[in-house]
């Protein structure tokens, strides 16, 4: 370390490089007092330039009633909603074109049935999913719309009705039956019940039934009416496919009794009043897009 003795004034100078200390020593480790380099101070002052003009131009310093406003007049709101009327034209576009079409139409037109499908989902989500499941996979009592099992017919027009009008629902044109309550209103004895829920089982298990089982005699008269005769399902009354292995409260011969005791009588609402027309098309494409469409 070189110390200047002429003036008391002058900083030390680092021995080693020669330069000037700023005097700033941390535990025997000094600072040299370098200038910044020049590529530094140049990208400093154009950041000074660039801040002053951004000030002329857009808000910046807050003041007593809100900020300055900037030259351009630029707000982070009219941006969104200049974007947001964007995307509401382009929709409106689309929606409009869907709004005079038939499902089928929409179906047959690549660019509406890509914005359908789109929508669709999305719509799907946000009001069926509470029911139906996020991938509309269903669950006890509420259908699985992925799969080819239909209560009231996966066609897109089919699909269109149940979703605008429901099924069971408080709408007058609502998709509607009622299974009786064979047990509770006493129409057939436990035993009948009994026998026609083996039936029942028997027509997806190929289990073999009791030589006295009367459950096919029974089911022709009681049930066949609105399952089919040959318990196929009925799409007019919604009643499900028996024939299958897919059910809609459980496949046990429990769970059998228990509907012919109890009927659940499932409700799907109406959409119509809650959802614009365009809206229930897509999600009729979308559904229908699942893979069970017909
Ligand atoms: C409150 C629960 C609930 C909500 C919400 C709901 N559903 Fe349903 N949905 C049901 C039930 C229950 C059924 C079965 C009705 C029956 O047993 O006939 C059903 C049936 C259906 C069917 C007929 C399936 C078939 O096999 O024929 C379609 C299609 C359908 N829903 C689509 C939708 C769409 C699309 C939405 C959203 C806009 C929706 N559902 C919202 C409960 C619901
Ligand atoms: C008036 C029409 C009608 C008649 C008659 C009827 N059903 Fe049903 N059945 C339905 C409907 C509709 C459903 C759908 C579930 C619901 O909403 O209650 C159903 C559902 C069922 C289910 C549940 C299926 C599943 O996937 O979980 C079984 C089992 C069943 N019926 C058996 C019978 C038997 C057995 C008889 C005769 C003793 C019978 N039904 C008579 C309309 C009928």
């Not at 099924?167 to 007058?172: D, L, V």
């Not at 039934?209 to 799409?235: P, Q, S, V």
């Not at 499932?266 to 979308?286: C, F, H, N, S």
Request: include cysteine; aromatic fraction near 10%; glycine fraction near 10%.
């Amino acid at each position: 370390m070189v110390t200047n003795d002429k003036d008391p004034h002058a900083k030390e100078r680092d021995a080693f490089s020669g330069v000037e200390t700023t005097g700033h020593e941390w535990d025997g480790i000094k600072e040299l007092n370098n200038p910044a380099p020049r590529w530094w101070l140049w990208v400093f002052f154009v950041c000074c330039v660039w801040a002053a003009g951004y000030w002329v131009f857009y808000p910046a310093w807050p003041t007593l009633s809100g900020n300055t406003k900037g030259s351009k007049n630029w707000t982070s709101h009219t941006e969104l909603a200049a974007s947001q009327a964007e995307i509401t034209a382009r929709r409106g576009e689309f929606a409009a074109q869907i709004q005079g079409k038939t499902v089928e139409e929409i179906k047959n037109s690549p660019e509406l049935y890509q914005f359908a499908l789109a929508g669709g989902k999305t719509m799907f989500k946000e009001n069926c999913a509470a029911c139906h499941g996020t991938g509309a996979a269903g669950g006890n009592g509420y259908p699985n719309l992925n799969d080819d099992d239909w209560l009231w017919g996966g066609k897109l027009e089919d699909i269109y009705t149940t979703i605008k009008f429901g099924a069971r629902s408080t709408h007058e044109q609502t998709r509607t039956s009622q299974m009786p309550a064979f047990g509770k209103e006493a129409m057939l004895k436990p035993a009948e019940i009994a026998q026609v829920a083996d039936y029942v089982l028997s027509l997806s298990s190929k289990a073999e039934l009791a030589a006295d089982n009367k459950g096919a005699e029974i089911f022709k008269t009681n049930c066949a009416a609105c399952h089919g005769a040959d318990g196929k399902g009925g799409r007019e009354f919604g009643a499900p496919n028996l024939a299958d292995a897919i059910w809609l409260y459980g496949g046990s011969k429990a769970e059998i009794i228990a509907q012919m005791n109890n009927p659940r009588h499932g409700v799907m609402p109406a959409w119509e009043a809650r959802l614009p027309d365009d809206t229930i098309k897509q999600l009729a494409v979308y559904v229908h897009s699942l893979g069970g469409g017909e």
